[in-house]
């Protein structure tokens, strides 16, 4: 019988060492293929897909992840912005600024009938709406929270293409769950003091970025990123890098890795920016003001007051109240897409209509 040395023992050991970096290395590289790669941060482990040389419009390696963490809940008030109870004129209004809907209200946005979107929808597609509505999405990765894929939002308390797109947004979301609180808000003084919601109170004498809102769905998760600067000025937009170490401030895992995915992407050119899903949306769906296309620059929607608007979607019978629910049409066939269907409201045939002339 041969017997080992301590030389041999000492060479086994060695080529065993080998053999177990090997073995690690090609089952790294194994996981990477499949795009499954575990990491630990933070003492929090995130199953993060990687997915390689994907190309979009917006640009090149875009990273989907798929993680499980705490929905960041946002304050319901602020000492430093308090609700505004005086009435103010059009054009410098903060009335009722950060006061919550009430149930009337809120009703409108999460009870709003299938037959609105449907009528919208065939609207859209017979060419019988005056505003401008449509987009072309580029296609991402998913962001995968919770096991359900993700909207998310990045806009500015200060702009009016934000204050008009977070209309069509909360009749989009309100297909897929529900709000339990939506806010009033504007868009800056210099940039039309439209009447908006807020998905929660701003900071709205300063410079601040607030995360969170209030909504819940089965189907999907929304996370909202509003930016802000003093309302009383003009559009005012802080840098994507301060608005991610804003966000990062709040140790949030959802919120991190959302503004590290928006980023990622390359689309990001101004507020508002929308991800739907598997479709990014630099800027808003539709162009949605008034009855007519804005012609100046005077808007319609300026002059009129939260009420006003919420009883036109409630009971739709001009070119304002179906263009928005027709634009929220867009965001809804995005998401439907994206679950392949399987939510009631994707059954209605103009969402499956504008599936397939969108190309989605």
Known sequence: MERYTNSTNTLLVVALLVCIVAIAILSYALATAQGKVVYITRNVTRNVTVYKNVTTPSGPNVMGYNITSQILVPATSYSDSPVVTANESFGHRLTGIDSPFNASALSIINNAPDSYYETAGEMYLNHSLANNVGTTPSKLPLFILNGKPTVIYLGSITCVYCGENRWAMALALSRFGNFSNIFIGYSSFGDADLPTIYWAPAHYNESATVAGDFYN????????????????????????????????????????????????????????????????????????????????????????????????????????????????????????????????????????????????
Request: proline content about 6%; overall charge negative; hydrophobic content about 40%.
């Open 217 to 360: 769905s089965n189907y999907i998760n929304f996370l909202a990123i509003e930016d802000g600067n003093p309302i009383t000025g003009g559009f005012d937009l802080n840098p994507i890098s301060t608005m991610q170490q804003r966000v990062n401030a709040t140790g949030n895992l959802a919120y991190e890795d959302a503004m590290d995915y928006v980023i990622s992407t390359q689309g990001f050119q101004g507020t508002p920016f929308t991800i739907w899903g598997a479709y990014e949306v630099p800027g808003a769906d539709a162009v949605v003001f008034g009855d007519a296309p804005p012609s100046n620059s005077t808007l319609q929607m300026s002059q009129w007051t939260h009420g006003e608007l919420l009883s036109q979607l409630a009971d739709p019978n001009d070119q304002f109240a179906w263009s928005e629910y027709a634009a929220a049409d867009f965001y809804v066939a995005m998401v439907c897409q994206t679950l392949n269907n399987t939510a009631p409201v994707c059954s209605l045939p103009a969402i499956q209509k504008i599936e397939t002339s969108a190309g989605l």
